[in-house]
């Protein structure tokens, strides 16, 4: 049964609007499930009621999104890869025509301020522009290896491919995966995350307008069951995921029993190290952006300052920042009342635990309704504390006061994860004894939130990532391709040796 047409989004504030709701996308045809497994309301969690709802999908709207993946592939495969390009071309255009649009689509499903689901376009908008340089960077290399004989590259497609993104960037992290697993002649199978499944509704209509042939975008709306069937299905040849550690590592080791090759994001439990030589400007803004962006609800986001040695004035400085801002203007919503629940939890355990709550956001909101909670900083907590060492997701900032550098070090490698690291100092001794020894694949010097920009690759180390590489950039276009070598020879040589 074919869904109702896609209505326009219009909105521009946070006035509460609703819009249609999240179906799936089957070879060009947005309908109902195949196999229902109910319906999930999509809040704004702003305003803490429904927008939309979305229809749960299982195994059999997965196989339909195979099937019209594997019949639309190899035309758009047999189109040279310069063709392919162009349609992200395209894209880029009518993303800037819609900026404003898809700022207020983002900000409305996930609650994201204004300025921030921007920001998240803007993002999104260079991974396309990155899509459309790859005919300039997938050259494949030639070299004569012997007399009368070449070895050669060649990026081949593998084929029906899929992937699983999360809540806190609905836009932006579909787009690390899509511009370069479809310029690299793949059809794609995305399987956004329920909460927050409205951006890619968005996006497979501009991919529509873009030009992009039916059945190599496909949306499979859904959860637990969606997602094992993903894993499970043996027409699909890789899979990419983003989420939670925990997920991820399920998901890496289901998706490899059935042959298929994975990269599969975790969480994180990022560390800023701040010294008293750092400057108190940048070190205090940038700390209180680091844990505050976007509600504290992104994988880089400071989670730990390890404070060492006597930086009591930048400690106050960032309190003071923090205290300072405004809930629903600087600070957008929670995602759902579990997370205002859960992150409420972390902060009750460490006060139980000794340390000090030194700005409260706790009972913080805006009007009536939504899920919100301020920034909050605690001191005094120490590197065994939960609070310490899970992901909290959220705007709180654990202070754990050290003696020197090397326990600081000694801290952030202790952790398992490995996504994100920074140190905050003017030494480049410190500097590069920081960057050269702590474990974490995305660092930065004086940049709380170090996000490689494009070409660089996103990619954390330990149990951030499982599976090989990064999933943006080139790293990212290598993982949706398959390197064939091509060896020719087209004449008999008068002096032979072992190769010709």
């Known amino acids: ?23 799936n996308l089957i070879g060009g045809t947005w309908q109902l499930p195949l196999e229902s497994h109910g319906v999930l309301d999509v809040e704004n969690p702003r305003h803490g009621k429904a927008i939309a709802q979305v229809h749960m999908s299982g195994a059999a709207d997965v196989d339909a999104a195979v099937k019209a993946g594997k019949a639309a592939q190899p035309a758009w495969a047999a189109l040279p890869l310069r063709e392919r390009a162009q349609v992200f071309y395209k894209l880029r255009e009518l993303m800037e025509r819609d900026l404003d649009q898809l700022s207020w689509l983002v900000s409305h499903e996930n609650g994201k301020t204004f300025a921030e689901a921007k920001a998240e376009v803007l993002k999104a908008i260079e991974c396309v522009e990155y899509g459309c340089s790859l005919p300039n960077l997938a050259a494949g290399s030639e070299l004569q290896v012997s007399r009368g004989v070449t070895c050669r590259l060649e990026y081949a497609p593998v084929g029906v491919v899929a992937g699983v993104t999360p809540f806190n960037f609905p ?36 991919f529509r ?32 995921f983003v989420g939670s550690t925990r ?19 975790g969480g994180a439990k990022n560390h800023l190290i701040v010294v008293p030589d750092a400057d108190l400007e940048v070190a205090a803004g940038n700390i209180v952006a680091s844990f505050t962006g976007c509600a504290g609800q992104r994988c880089m986001a400071a989670a730990n300052l390890l404070a060492v040695g006597d930086v009591e004035h930048i400690i106050d400085e960032i309190k003071k920042r923090a205290a300072a801002l405004t809930l629903g203007q600087d600070l957008g919503a929670i995602n759902s009342a579990a997370s205002v629940d859960r992150i409420q939890g972390y902060i009750d355990g460490a006060v139980a635990a000794g340390a000090t ?25 120490s590197a065994d504390q939960v609070a310490a060492r899970e992901e909290i997701f959220g705007p709180v900032l654990s202070i754990i006061r050290v003696k020197d550098l090397s326990e600081a070090l000694a801290i952030e490698n202790g952790n398992p994860y ?35 920009r494009e070409p660089f690759g996103f990619g954390g180390w330990n149990d951030s990532k499982f599976g090989q590489g990064n999933i943006t950039g080139w790293d990212g276009f290598r993982f949706w391709t398959r390197v064939r070598k091509v060896t020719t020879k087209w004449a008999l040589q008068q002096d032979q040796n072992w190769m010709n």
């Open 1 to 23: 049964m074919n869904a109702p047409q896609i209505p326009d989004w219009s909105v521009q504030s946070y006035d509460f609007a609703a819009w249609t709701d999240a179906t």
């Open 171 to 206: 836009l932006m992290v579909p787009l690390w995966m899509l511009p370069q697993a479809i310029v690299g002649g793949n059809a794609f199978i995305l399987k956004p995350s329920e909460q927050t499944p409205l951006s890619m509704i968005a996006l497979g209509e501009l």
């Open 209 to 240: 307008e873009a030009g992009l042939p039916d059945g190599i975008f496909n949306v499979v709306q859904g959860g637990r069951e969606a997602v094992e069937a993903l894993c499970d299905h043996p027409g699909i040849g890789a899979f990419g």
């Open 247 to 265: 997920v991820a590592k399920l998901v890496y080791g289901r998706s490899a029993m059935t042959g298929k090759r994975a990269l599969c994001l």
């Open 357 to 381: 709550v030194v700005v409260d956001g706790r009972g913080d909101s805006v009007g009536e309704g939504g899920h919100w909670l301020g920034p909050t900083v605690i001191d005094g907590v």
């Open 418 to 452: 490995g996504n994100a690291s920074a140190v905050y100092t003017t030494s480049g001794e410190v500097a590069r004894k920081v960057m050269g020894n702590v474990e974490a694949g995305m660092c930065g010097v004086n940049v709380g939130v170090p996000v490689p």
